[in-house]
């Protein structure tokens, strides 16, 4: 059942309008239309009925159009869903037929054993003795609460003081830079040279991308507004993080139980060479565990999109913990979407598998250097791919093509609209990655102080370091999910305000007039305009 949305004007929305039009800036047509699961609503196809001049160069380009509910790719859909079918089977088939009853049963008595080998229980001192039930509970209770409580509050922080913060992370760099090199030109004077070649390099970078960091901070400031407004992509993230981890252990186990199988080896040689059959088994498993991994993290990649589509055409359905924005686009993601990203997750996960099968066997000494070249090579195009798929995925996400559509319009969208001049900063993914660590030893610390608390005095000889770690990884894992969410909503912003800054200023005009404002500070001298990658580098996803 399709719905129309009309977009309503209001008089600032109208004075940042003439602004847009002032600049030349091509905008798109304000009529709206989307189904129940076929995207949010965007702009309807206007093919061949946009003509802008750039260079004195008139261009016609195709807008985006949000497709109808209908499965895509759906070969490769079935293919991945087969396989990891596959697998969970074989996990299942084998937990089935262990006696787990024995199997603890033999590992109390190990443990008996142990504390009979110190001694017994009065043998074993109480700085030996694994802390008790409380110990680990507080410290895992602390990180899940303090992790998310900072990276929220990050969130904020960021918003406030966006180009302070990403300029401070530039300093933060240049000054670790400088202190590795000047503690290592005692030790390891080559070392210290290098970082301090590289020291130079960071300040000389920092000068000539000042001019770009209120850019950066005006996509930050939108993307971090449709992150908070919509937390609910935090629980979408983490049951794609469980998921993944529940498919680990299936895989561990049907792994470990179909390799030790007798047809499994070669019987002719060392026993642990693999028959030909092996071989293939073992890559066949190494390969769904690469690809399950793509596509479970793409499917994230691919609803944060929905949901800043949302936001930048229909901010109403964007305005909640668990919005239909949120709801709609992890189902599309999941569902109809799912060959799509199943497609391109398959071709990073094959030039995966070949890099590092290529790299195990780079010490042969039968042609060592030529796979170590094509191991190189395979990493550049793996890069290469990655980064294509970054886009494509927005564009599976915001109108629900297949994956080949998706990466020729997202690419065509940048070459014609004008975006002619592509630079890879890594200003955005920087800060991110610094305020991640920055999480992970705030909580390290509060767990830290939970254990010296929680466990006797006696009793902390190596287990408040152990407190510290879990915490600090906890924090990490946790603050990444809100980070990535965070740089894939980046990119997703760059797409929309490509395809459609009319109805960025008729929905959100105080944050389009900065954004348009900081672009033209950041390139005044260059026609057209100018996308900059803030989720990363090239090949930096």
């Not at 109480?126 to 998310?148: D, H, K």
């Not at 944060?304 to 668990?322: K, Q, R, Y």
């Not at 105080?510 to 803030?534: F, H």
């Amino acid at each position: 059942m399709d719905t129309k949305y009309a977009v309503v004007q209001t008089a600032e929305a109208h004075a940042a309008l003439e602004t847009f039009v002032e600049e030349d800036i091509p905008v798109a047509a304000p009529v709206l239309v989307a189904s129940e699961f076929s995207g949010p609503p965007l702009p309807n196809n206007q093919k061949g009925s946009e003509p802008y001049t750039d260079d004195e160069i008139s261009i016609t380009w195709e807008k985006g159009e949000a497709q109808p509910a209908a499965f895509r790719d759906k070969w490769f859909a079935i293919a991945f869903a087969a396989q990891f079918v596959a697998v969970s089977t074989t996990a299942m088939v084998v937990a089935s037929t262990i006696s787990w009853a024995e199997l603890f049963s033999s590992t109390d008595s190990d443990s008996t054993t142990s504390n009979n080998d110190y001694g017994g229980d009065d043998g074993v001192s109480q700085e030996q003795a694994a802390p008790g039930i409380a110990f680990w509970l507080s410290i895992i209770g602390i990180s899940v609460l303090v992790a998310p409580a900072l990276s929220i509050f990050s969130l904020g922080l960021m918003s406030k003081n966006a180009i302070g913060m990403i300029t401070a992370s530039l300093w933060f760099s240049i000054i670790l830079s400088g202190l590795v090199a000047v503690f290592s030109i005692f030790v390891a004077p080559l070392v210290g040279i290098i970082y301090g070649i590289f020291t130079i390099c960071l300040v000389s970078y920092l000068k000539t991308v000042k001019h770009r960091i209120p850019y950066a901070a005006s996509n930050l400031k939108c993307s971090i507004s449709v992150l908070k407004s919509n937390l609910g992509l935090g629980l979408v993230a983490i049951g794609s993080m469980v998921g993944l981890l529940g498919y680990i252990l299936s895989w561990a186990v049907a792994f470990m139980f179909t390799m030790s199988l007798d047809v499994m080896k070669d019987n002719t040689g060392d026993e642990n060479d693999l028959s030909p059959l092996g071989g293939f088994v073992a890559c066949s498993f190494l390969l769904s565990f690469y690809w399950t991994h793509e596509v479970l993290r793409n499917i994230v990649r691919a609803t944060v999109s929905g949901v800043v589509g949302h936001w930048w055409f229909v901010p109403a359905e964007a305005a909640s913990f668990c919005s239909t924005a949120v709801m709609g686009s992890a189902t599309r993601a999941s569902t109809y979407s799912l060959g799509s990203i199943a497609f391109g997750s398959l071709i990073v996960a094959v030039l995966h598998l070949i890099r590092n099968t290529l790299h195990n066997a780079r010490n042969d000494r039968n042609g060592g250097i030529l796979r170590c070249i094509a191991a190189c090579i395979l990493a550049y195009i793996e890069a290469m791919v990655q980064y294509f798929n970054k886009w494509a995925y927005v564009y599976v996400g915001l109108y629900g093509y297949d994956y080949i559509e998706s990466g020729k319009r997202v690419m065509n969208l940048f070459k014609q609209r004008g975006w002619n001049v592509i630079i890879a900063d890594n200003l955005t993914n920087r800060l991110l990655g610094i305020m991640s660590l920055s999480i992970g030893i705030l909580t390290g610390l509060c767990t830290l102080l939970v254990t010296f608390f929680v466990e006797e005095f006696e009793s902390k000889q190596g287990w408040l370091g152990v407190g510290f770690f879990i915490g600090f990884v906890i924090g990490i894992v946790l603050s990444g999910i809100f980070m990535g969410l965070l740089s894939s909503a980046v990119d997703s912003v760059i797409v929309c305000f490509a395809e459609a800054p009319q109805e960025f200023n008729d929905t959100h005009p105080e944050l389009a007039q900065e954004m348009n404002q900081t672009w033209k500070d950041a390139w005044p001298d260059v026609v057209g305009t100018v996308i900059v990658g803030l989720g990363g580098g090239l090949g930096v996803v």
